[in-house]
């Protein structure tokens, strides 16, 4: 992120996120948020969509920074014109990375996530925001699997699994770090992260026919079903948990 923009985006999240609290999301008008983040009603506009659009504008900085460090990894095409992965990469790992790097972002301005996260709480349209945002990191990391494993039929479906387990993973320890601020929650995000990838990796070469086991015994002892049974008006950050505990137990 360049430092004007990255400040200016910050300025305008916080203001924005402080006026939402005291005042009420819906009574808040775009003339006092931009006042607040010392910006032009126009300037508001061309950065900002809307409203709900500022409370996540840092995310929009992050997300680029997230494609930029899995572009520095990304397989680049042969003269063929077709993908060559890097033997030296784990794209896994580096899917990893990225998902630290927004989970660092979150602990490390932790005052606006903490307020943000209690918004979430008050405003159903913004929690939705979130979700839509939440894909958006989700298809940046399937996107940059499917490129970077090593060619393989069952390619596609690894990179949508193993995107989807490493954004529930991080959601789950970062709402039980919302809830709780004062702990340090990394470590257990490295465990589940490294969990996640020995997983995939051992599903990824079961079938390998350069040596790895064949489809049979060995296989089928890997592969775990969780099913989740929800009540309705359960918590959804408690649900969360639960099912990223679950798939951890499962996948142990």
Known sequence: MTDVRS???AQAVDAAIELFTRKGYEQTTVEEIADAAQVSRATFFRRF???EDV???DHELLLDEVVVML????????AAGNLVPDP???PYLEVC???RLVFDHHVGQRETSLARHGL???VPALRDRELVTTHRYERAFTAYLRDALPPD???STASIAFAASVVAVHNALLRRWLRDPEQDLRPQLEEAFAELRRAAAGRFTADDPAGAPARGAGTADRRRVVVTVVDAGANAADVADDVARAVRDALG
Do not use: E, G
Request: aromatic share 4%; charged share 30%; glycine share 0%.
């Open 153 to 155: 039929a069952r390619r």
């Open 120 to 122: 979430l709480q008050q």
């Open 55 to 57: 409370v996540f504008a």
């Open 97 to 99: 990375r990225a998902a």
């Open 49 to 51: 969509r809307s409203k």
């Open 88 to 90: 030296s990469v784990d």
């Open 71 to 78: 572009a520095a990894t990304r397989p680049v095409p042969d």
């Open 7 to 9: 400040r200016t985006h």
